[in-house]
């Protein structure tokens, strides 16, 4: 992508609207605008990096044996009605009434629609277990939304549901949830720690929230050191074999959020404990009957007599990890893309443009590192290098080519880490090598 | 896959609600569910096959030079009373009162909301041209909402908006879009034919709606038969060359949908004339300066004054698109995927499930196809052979190949080809050669 013809309306200035880092960085970016109060469209450069992350998010899915599909935003008011959750749930809920009266909802989360899918189309016990998700738009009416995607009111948001025969096999299915979230959000270059948590309006008895630790936080949290190293599982990972020891792993050292902070557990660890600032990214529920009971969701067992379904449900806000891995991966002079998740691999930074030297170097790489597939933002822009280099950094592309007359001259371009900050001078040869590796 | 354990809930009887075939095959197959009125939810292989026609419409306008972004599906209603549409509109669009009594609308079209974009964030006429789209969930509260996702409420929608300084500029922005119209319903394995249209409450004068022509199609329409064989542009195609010439064959001929016949003009190509059904899938508008004028979308133009911007519309219905293939490509026992947009390239049927020589040739020519890359669907289920023949046929993937214990003792599975019908024995080795070509 040239930048001369990209929309990316960055900003120099702060906006003032802005309170925290991932909000500004955004806004600054050219990533998003405001469309109404926590109603955002998002600009290409932000909207790249969020199909990377539902794309991470899918992958990991289908990994785990979830299937995909996808319910719709606007839902039927009378299933909410059948759950009994529709008074339950609050002003959150956007209520609407169409042309011919009928109340329907703008789903904050899907347990109602999904249930009444399963309602209708599982019979059997030979259709179970499943575990169906899809990556959707979702409404929550917050009476003050702020912090940009971390809290708006229109967000995206995975939501997968389990339905199990027995217990144990529900429990299956929250692990295989529980493992597929410390990959995802480990590939999304963050590292997230399974806290125990309350389940809310969702119901149920046994939840964790995924938790990214960063400076910048919402909430504060407290866990046992050893969870900073704790090893991800790898992707060969047999997802049919018993994951019980995996979870007993990430679970029985000391992990809590404010709320569920516990001073005489805590001090066992004594300085084995972190206190730190965590923002949630995503949440996990074992809600056993909680639907199935008031929604009839129930398969003909072995024996031939109906079973009720135990249940789960598994949520990211895909939206909001953006903001979480921006939280968990900015300096001072902007954004610092984990590569997983970046809108470009490489910038590439025209330091003299107009001069023919620089000019045609420039478009040779170009045309090279996109030919090898290689995802590249072309500074093309008749500016001065100082803005370049800004708008770079702000940008936080993992890799940056610097190409200069006077470099070239000498046979050189510099490759700079955004990250480390680390620059070589290397020939354009290879910088190609090295970028296509 | 393995169709055990997949949600692919078939009808063996024909819905009563469905009075359209592509309605019928696409409940019958599985694929979607209505969740309220006009409303679906899409099960996992409609899903795939959405996200199939997706990626299409997607790789053809970044082909095309048109940049993605997301709006929002709920849009502030301030902006429609800018545009003068907030009356003009009508009952069609869901107007939607927050917990603060502030006015949102579900968006059944996004002009306003990317003018208000293009108005803020487009500084200066080198920033121009460009052309924006996203391809995201609208909304239109029909009266009646009925076939299917063919005429549903909950839809989605590729819209693409062109930004220019003046007719010239715009006229070409039209005729990149109309070429990549052509090539995006191509690929989806359908003909579709410009015809020249009115322009409703889109507005503007020059507009084509993007006809396929379908025995069971919703409307009228006539043309010339020389469009049937007509070239499509090829990928190699250059965006910035001039595209008139191309414009130009391809309207050229007489083309028009039953609004718009004129008995005169179609009489003049006598017997070069069809007369034909056909299915709208997609529509594009020039607009000119209806809605910078009274949004006041203007740039700074080369002589520093401000110009009001020339803009243009391009419409793809994603999800009607579906529908409108399955209209053109079905037989009496069900549908017959292109291959492009297929949810699975072959069906693997496995004729005797239980016997030991064929669940070893089908597990192992499984894990060998999958591991090429190929989409497969197994049919493991504990059926008979007449049931997964008649299940397979009517999901129409393009591919089938059938595996018995009988065949086997001879060397031999048949592969058949679901739009011809042809089948030919062959060995597991050529059946697996065959199908990762």
Redesign the interface.
């Known amino acids: 992508m040239r930048l001369?013809?990209?929309?990316m309306?960055t900003l120099k200035e702060n906006p003032l609207e802005a309170q925290i880092v991932s909000h500004r960085l955004m806004l600054r970016a050219?990533m998003i605008?405001q469309?109404?109060?926590g109603?955002?469209?998002?600009?290409?450069l932000?909207?790249r990096v969020?199909r990377k992350i539902e794309q991470i998010v899918r992958e990991e899915q289908d990994r785990a044996?979830a299937?995909?599909?996808?319910?719709?935003?606007?839902?039927?008011s009378e299933l909410w009605k059948q759950s009994g959750r529709y008074d339950a749930y609050g002003?959150?809920m956007?209520r609407?009434t169409?042309?011919?009266d009928?109340v329907?909802v703008?789903g904050p989360t899907a347990e109602e629609?999904i249930n009444?899918?399963a309602r209708?189309?599982l019979k059997s016990y030979?259709?179970t277990p499943?575990i169906?998700y899809n990556i959707q738009?979702k409404?929550r009416?917050e009476?003050r939304p702020r912090f940009g995607v971390m809290r708006g009111?229109?967000f995206l948001m995975k939501d997968a549901y389990s339905f199990d025969l027995t217990y144990e096999g529900a429990k299956h299915s929250y692990n295989k949830m529980f493992v597929a979230y410390l990959r995802t959000f480990a590939r999304c270059g963050v590292h997230a720690i399974p806290m125990k948590a309350s389940t809310g309006p969702i119901g149920g008895d046994l939840s964790h929230e995924f938790i990214v630790l960063a400076e910048t936080g919402e909430e504060q949290v407290y866990c046992h050191k050893d969870y900073l190293n704790m090893e991800i599982p790898n992707e060969d990972i047999d997802y049919n074999s018993d994951l019980e020891p995996l979870y007993q792993k990430w679970t029985s050292l000391y992990a809590a959020t404010e709320e569920k902070f516990d001073k005489e557990e805590a001090d066992k660890i004594g300085d084995n404990l972190i206190s730190a600032r965590g923002i949630e990214v995503g949440q996990v529920f074992y809600y056993g009957k909680k639907y199935s009971i008031p929604m009839n969701v129930s398969v003909m067992g072995e024996d031939g007599k109906p079973v009720y379904i135990e249940g789960g449900c598994y949520g990211i806000g895909v939206s909001r990890l953006m903001g979480a891995i921006i939280e968990a991966c900015h300096d001072d002079n902007g954004i610092i893309w984990p590569e997983s998740v970046a809108p470009f691999k490489v910038g590439l930074i025209n330091l003299t443009t107009g001069k023919e030297i620089s000019d045609k170097a420039c478009e040779d790489m170009y045309s090279k590192l996109v030919k090898a597939g290689v995802e590249v933002l072309y500074d093309d822009r008749n500016e001065r290098a100082g803005v370049k280099f800004s708008t770079m950094d702000l940008i936080g592309l993992p890799w940056q080519v610097l190409v200069g007359a006077r470099g070239l001259e000498k046979g050189v371009v510099e490759i700079k880490n955004r990250k480390t900050g680390e620059k070589k001078e290397v020939s354009v040869e290879e910088a190609i090598n090295f970028l296509t590796k």
């Open positions: 001369s013809t990209y929309l309306p050219g605008r469309s109404a109060a109603i955002y469209t998002w600009l290409p932000g909207y969020l044996g299937q995909e599909l996808l319910m719709p935003t606007l839902q039927n002003p959150e956007l609407i169409d042309r011919h009928r329907l703008y629609v009444d899918i209708n189309e030979k259709e499943k169906l738009w409404f009416d009476v009111r229109e």
